[in-house]
């Protein structure tokens, strides 16, 4: 079970305090580099049965990153709101809706366009 922990920071430690929680996912990502490589020795022996629990602890893995980068990047957009610095929900990149991926930094105000469809 995932629960939320709260403490408090003084303003100027929070880019530290971002710093201290991300070298758990370094740690993770280093781990995860070295169980891909015996993933990759597994199956080139066709050892498929520790091939597949390896690769199993690797999703969980994957998923623990994730979540603890959530929560960095939560930390961050609301540091940086604070400091006014950045409108982070202004800024975000954003994909092109033919499917181009190229960020773009402008901002991107709400559309106040009706739909006109079956009118």
Request: glycine letters at 6%.
């Given at each position: 079970m995932r629960v939320k922990i709260s403490y408090g920071a003084d303003l100027k430690e929070v880019p530290e305090e971002v710093d201290q929680l991300y070298t758990y996912v370094s740690s993770k990502v280093r781990a995860m580099q070295k169980?891909?490589?015996?993933?990759?020795?597994l199956l080139a022996e066709e050892d498929l049965s520790a091939a597949l629990g390896l690769i199993d602890r690797m999703?969980?893995?994957?998923?623990?990153?994730?979540?603890?980068?959530?929560d960095i990047e939560a930390i961050t957009e609301g540091y940086l709101n604070h400091k006014g610095e950045r409108d982070v929900q202004q800024r975000r990149p954003s994909l092109d809706p033919t499917g181009e991926s190229s960020?773009?930094?402008?901002?991107?105000?709400?559309?106040?366009?009706?739909?006109?469809?079956g009118t």
């Amino acid at each position: 079970m995932r629960v939320k922990i709260s403490y408090g920071a003084d303003l100027k430690e929070v880019p530290e305090e971002v710093d201290q929680l991300y070298t758990y996912v370094s740690s993770k990502v280093r781990a995860m580099q070295k169980q891909t490589e015996q993933v990759e020795d597994l199956l080139a022996e066709e050892d498929l049965s520790a091939a597949l629990g390896l690769i199993d602890r690797m999703r969980k893995t994957m998923t623990s990153i994730d979540l603890r980068l959530s929560d960095i990047e939560a930390i961050t957009e609301g540091y940086l709101n604070h400091k006014g610095e950045r409108d982070v929900q202004q800024r975000r990149p954003s994909l092109d809706p033919t499917g181009e991926s190229s960020p773009r930094t402008e901002s991107i105000q709400p559309s106040h366009h009706q739909n006109n469809e079956g009118t």
